[in-house]
């Protein structure tokens, strides 16, 4: 049991290292279209997920490199697809 | 021939005197061209000077435009964020203060009891560090001021590792990831309440954090908002205060201090099924297990439902808990269920018809609440409430007394403790609230009380006790 369960970790682990990562460098490099696409996508998802468990904050209420930090936090929390979590903090630091 | 000598000699004269003077202007000649050329080069000089003049008054120019025109806040931003550097570094957190009046209306058994008022303060700074875009450090410490004086935790203290899109790692103190109450809703800010729900409050079904390590992450199945996510992991737990029915599951302090082989493993899914667009509102819909042999041998295994749904103003959630422990010396197992529903509604657009303007802006930030909750068990363990509530010097039982969050009830404490809370939340600003509770503990007979020396005696009724907690909470 407990060499199947280290296999399976190990395993999905290997798999995780292997997958290309996103960065927030890629959302600095997107073209303005891709920006304005991402914003109105974070505005309809803003309201829906954060009211999920919380009172959705406002963008201004924090510094754009803030939100860099709680979206990772939130992320996790959340497990939100990594589109949305983009989405999201573009529309939250767009403020 | 004289004459003609003086005339040779005159004429030599005459040609000497011209020669100096062919040499005079010769030299005169020479001189000239040297100013000449001197005067082409400073004019050169000046030309070319003239032109740098022009290109500086250029530069200056455009820099004065620059200086003119206001900053982009996208470019303030770079330059700040190339100041502090690639490493950042944030404090968010929660703090607040509360009143608890706590009407306990008679003892539970022989314990003692009394009903009292006090203040608390509780200050849980988050500390979110993130040394690269893959990896954020998030701490957290919970610091109070409660009916045993002052006293600081640490609540969570984790690295957050993103593989890729779909998959995260976790790894040291977490929350624990089973339903939603513990990861999501428990922060002061957070809950709309002022207390914990009966499952999750003095008397936990299932531990309330690990150590351990997860694998999680999340993706969109169908249209935008269809999302579904999963959490797997395993960890140090479970521990309980002792080996008798009713002992309560312990914080993972404990468990780090009682280690055995035993460990732990769990899971959960969610499943969000309605897409954004549609505008049904958000539904969660989850499942959650938690299993782990304790003692070195003996399993405990729980599992739980949950969901959520909100649309406007309205939001509801709930869950349910369920857990099996196998106890040792032959003992029957020991089972428990727990279970909790409530619902809130913004008064957002409410606008009473005789109220002034004024009036109805402080009604529009109010919201109403009410939460039904229970737990069932067979036993409690009478040590634990005991060192629930402490003990006086020379070890006097001091009573079932409030602390944060904590309304104090000896009916909490009951093998089958039911809990009306009524709520009513004044919000000043999306994270800044006033909180109001009225509590209502239900009696309700059965279940035995377990002394340290497992020792059973029935359990009487579960005392009709009242209180009113009111609570000041900013999340920032």
Not at chain 1, 6 to 28: E, F, K, M
Not at chain 1, 66 to 95: C, G, V
Request: glycine content about 10%; charged content about 20%; aromatic content about 12%.
């Amino acid at each position: 049991m407990k060499k199947i369960f280290v296999a399976i970790a190990l395993a999905a682990l290997a798999i995780g290292w292997t997958c290309p990562r996103v960065s927030a460098q890629d959302q600095d490099n997107l073209s303005p279209a891709e920006h304005k696409r991402l914003f109105r996508e974070g505005a309809k998802l803003w309201p829906i997920y954060c009211n999920t468990c919380h009172n959705a904050r406002p963008g201004s209420e924090k510094a754009p490199y803030e939100w860099n930090l709680i979206i990772m936090h939130m992320r996790t929390l959340a497990n939100f697809p990594q589109q949305d979590t983009d989405a999201i903090l573009e529309y939250l630091k767009s403020r | 021939m004289r004459q003609m000598r003086e005339e040779r000699k005159r004429d030599r004269e005459e040609i000497r005197s011209l020669e100096g003077k062919v040499r005079q202007l010769e030299s005169k000649d020479s001189r000239v061209e040297t100013t000449t050329q001197q005067l082409q080069s400073t004019d050169q000089k000046l030309k070319e000077t003239t032109l740098e003049l022009q290109q500086t008054n250029l530069k200056v120019q455009t820099l004065q435009t620059k200086v003119d025109a206001p900053i982009a806040s996208s470019q303030f931003g770079d330059a700040v964020q190339q100041y502090l550097g690639s490493h950042s570094f944030t404090v968010t957190g929660a703090a607040g203060g509360d009143f608890i009046y706590d009407q306990q209306s008679g003892a539970l058994d022989d314990l003692h009891h009394a009903s009292q008022n006090s203040f608390f303060f509780d200050w849980e700074p988050m500390v979110l560090y993130r040394p690269a875009d893959w990896i954020l450090f998030e701490g957290v410490l919970s610091t109070a001021f409660g009916s045993s004086g002052t006293g600081v935790d640490l609540s969570l203290a984790d690295f957050q590792i993103f593989l890729n899109k779909y998959m995260t790692v976790v790894a040291g103190l977490f929350d624990q990831p089973f339903g939603d109450w513990y990861e999501n809703q428990s922060p002061m800010w957070v809950n709309r309440f002022v207390t914990a729900p009966l499952p999750f409050g003095v008397e936990p079904v299932v531990p309330p954090a690990e150590l351990g390590v997860q694998l999680r992450g999340g993706m969109q199945f169908g249209a935008l908002g269809q999302d579904l996510d999963y959490t797997a992991w395993v960890g140090n737990g479970p521990s309980f205060t002792s080996p008798v029915l009713g002992a309560i599951v312990t914080s993972p302090t404990a468990v780090a201090n009682s280690q055995t082989n035993g460990k732990s493993f769990g899971g959960r899914f969610r499943i969000y099924p309605l897409p954004v667009d549609t505008e049904w509102g958000r539904l969660e819909l989850g499942a959650s297990t938690y299993n782990g042999k304790w003692m070195n041998g003996n399993w405990y295994n729980s599992w739980g439902v949950d969901f959520n749904y909100f649309i406007g103003n309205l939001q509801t959630r709930g869950e349910w808990v369920q857990s099996y422990r196998q106890m040792p010396m032959g003992q029957a197992a020991d089972n428990r269920q727990g279970w909790y529903v409530q619902g809130g509604y913004f008064l957002t657009d409410l606008n009473v018809p005789f109220f002034p303007d004024k009036l109805n802006s402080y009604v529009h930030r109010l919201e109403p609440l009410v939460r039904y909750s229970g737990v069932n068990q067979r036993g409690v363990s009478t040590d634990d409430i005991q060192a629930a509530t402490g003990a006086g010097l020379g070890g006097t039982q001091v009573g079932l007394v409030p602390d944060f969050g904590i309304n104090g009830s000896p009916a909490t404490y009951a093998p089958h403790a039911r809990e009306v809370a009524l709520g009513l939340d004044y919000w000043i600003a999306p994270s800044i609230v006033w909180q109001n509770e009225l509590d209502i503990e239900l009696p309700r007979a059965g279940g035995v009380f377990v002394s340290p020396s497992g020792a059973q005696t029935p359990a009487g009724s579960i005392p009709n006790d009242r209180a009113f907690l009111s609570q000041f909470t900013i999340g920032f």
